[in-house]
């Protein structure tokens, strides 16, 4: 039955001098659902997206993509084998226009862009498909501004814009709605929602709307370790989960 | 190329084609030679994020693999220019390997540190002859026929080899893989997140530049038909630095601006001494505190228009 788990890891640790950020988690996310982490802040949710694509190195523990060990491989080599991190804070490049943006991911699709004699030009072909990306976040009029000038919230689409140029088998989005307006939530979200409809979606989110509207299955996290698990219900219902939320409070 | 590039580049081939009616034309040479380093030199940092502090290791290196290649084995000076820029592409490649995956002060650290060792060596080894340096490099029949003794067919190869190698770095910037590099530039985790091996694009980068670099010092050392310890020293790393800066670091024609006006100042502050240092160093704090664009870079600004 593992076939059905796109990701697996087993024990995960990761230690930062003697204090511990992820404890001994296990964590299995079905192929095709849409799977939340959430948890206060300073749970470990970031650092376990860091682990899960090598941009840190576990202390202990196993993580299988697609039943394969991918322990070990490094964050470039990952991204390769579809699964693709955003960032909690907005990535985009910012002197690039939207359009360049988009078009890096589609380039390396494209293979290694090591063509250093060649003209921009070649890489016009690639335009369409780009477009085609940014009209579906709802950028078509900021095509060629730069990201650095944009809203934040339309710099969190064009991110996602970018994540799905490389048509990830699974996508991990880190608070994608943080510090949005109301009405960029709601693009978001329906945004993940249609992305979600071939692929695998691990997000780390606060908005707990979001969340209900969106996750199959939820995994909350506290001081690095699992502490509940399943659907919104049976998870907003756990006495727990209430408790460690109201405890701390999250953000 | 924009039209602003395209007009700027019109008036630089006119400019060096002209210039030589009321300037020395060795003094044009050194500062095209000086160019093309600044020029690959703001293609590491202009365009890949890349602070070396170690330039001049392959300006120096190709100046003395092309005057020991002229001058003891009787190389044509196009295949001594051949080698000397290919001496450089090789100590790029080792010294990229070792420095590559460095970050920020550290990459600098550990590029000046190697250029210190390859000092160190060249100031041994009997080959260079010290603080003598190689010198009476013939220059020789470039393809056999011209006779680059002769004042203007120096004059006129150091030009094509600038121009080239201009337009080549123009082109490196404006390719697929300058576009990856810029988006490394930009945000590096991103690119490494979108499934780019960062570090091999920037090693590719740092050879290009240690490539062009030596191009630069192997035309150079044919034109005052001289390598010496010079061009190995710190100094000239530093100079580099400042060049770019001045020019605008990251545009298209700053570093020839810069160099321009670096090799200038030098020129016509010589009889000053030691005092050109100071000078340039007061020069270095004022373009930091008042155009940080560097000129080319505010020109660019003013115009709206990429330069
Ligand atoms: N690089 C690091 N070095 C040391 N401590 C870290 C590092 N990254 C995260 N931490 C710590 O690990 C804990 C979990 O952080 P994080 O994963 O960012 O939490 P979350 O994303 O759930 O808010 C926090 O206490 C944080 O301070
Ligand atoms: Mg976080």
Redesign the pocket.
Known sequence: MSDDFILETRGLT?E??G?V??QNMSLKVQRGSIHA?I????????????LLTHF?EPTRGQILYNGREITGSNPANIARLGLVRSF?ISAVFPHLSVLENVRIALQRKRGASFDFWRALRVLDGLNQQARELINAVGLAEYENTAAVELPYGRKRALEIATTLALDPEMMLL??PTAGMAHQDVERISALIKKAAHNRTVLM?EHNLSVVEHLSDRITV?QR?EILAEGDYKSVSANPEVIQAYLGSGHG | MPRSQKIALGVMFAFFLAAPLAVYPVFLMKAMCFALFACAFNLLIGFGGLLSFGHAMFLGTAGYATAHAAKVWGFAPEFAILFGTAAAALLGLVTGLLAIRRQGIYFAMITLALAQMIYFYYLQAPFTYGEDGIQAVPRGMLFGVIDLANIWAMYGTVMAVFFAGFLLIYRVIHSPFGQVLKAIRENEQRAISLGYDVTRYKLLAYLLSATLAGLAGATKALVFQLASLTDVHWSMSGEVVLMTLLGGLGTVFGPVVGAFIIITMENYLAQLGAWVTVVQGAIFVICVLTFRRGVVGELGNWLKKPL
Request: glycine share 16%; charged share 20%.
């Open positions: 990761k930062f001098k204090f950020a992820v982490l948890g206060p802040n300073g749970a470990g949710k970031t650092t376990c997206f860091n840190l909690q880190d608070e780390v996290l690095g």
